[in-house]
């Protein structure tokens, strides 16, 4: 069983950068796929980025790429989402989610965080 506790969320004006991170336990990190969603008010629940087990090969949603970097230290269980020159429309509740496999939908992922807010003013 995997925990994951995500962290780094705020509010922040557009053009601004935040990190978040997503620490995990139990499990072996190394051998699970890592991802982030994400949810607007009033949206369906959103693919963001995806990092394989050893970081070589990473997916994007079209509306981040070139803006948001995952990343992932599997000596510290964590993986991060960078996110540059944030816009309104990137304001969410984000989340962190693991699997064995890798996969784009929201219902491929096993295991899932509670998430963390981001909040980016125009």
């Known amino acids: 069983q995997v925990q994951l506790a995500e962290s780094g969320g705020g509010l922040v004006q557009a053009g601004g950068s935040l990190r978040l991170s997503c620490a995990t336990s139990g499990g072996t990190f190394s051998s699970y796929i890592m991802g982030w969603f994400r949810q607007a008010p009033g949206k369906e629940r959103e693919f963001v980025a995806n990092?394989?087990?050893?970081?070589?090969?990473?997916q994007y949603a079209d509306s981040v790429k070139g803006r948001f970097t995952i990343s992932r230290d599997n000596a510290k269980k964590t993986v991060y989402l960078q996110m540059d020159n944030l816009k309104p429309e990137d304001t969410a509740v984000y989340y962190c989610?693991?699997?064995?496999?890798?996969?784009?939908?929201?219902?491929?992922?096993?295991?899932r965080g509670q998430g963390t807010q981001v909040t980016v003013s125009s």
């Open positions: 990092i394989s087990w050893r970081g070589m090969n990473t």
């Open positions: 989610v693991a699997d064995r496999r890798v996969g784009v939908s929201w219902s491929e992922y096993d295991y």
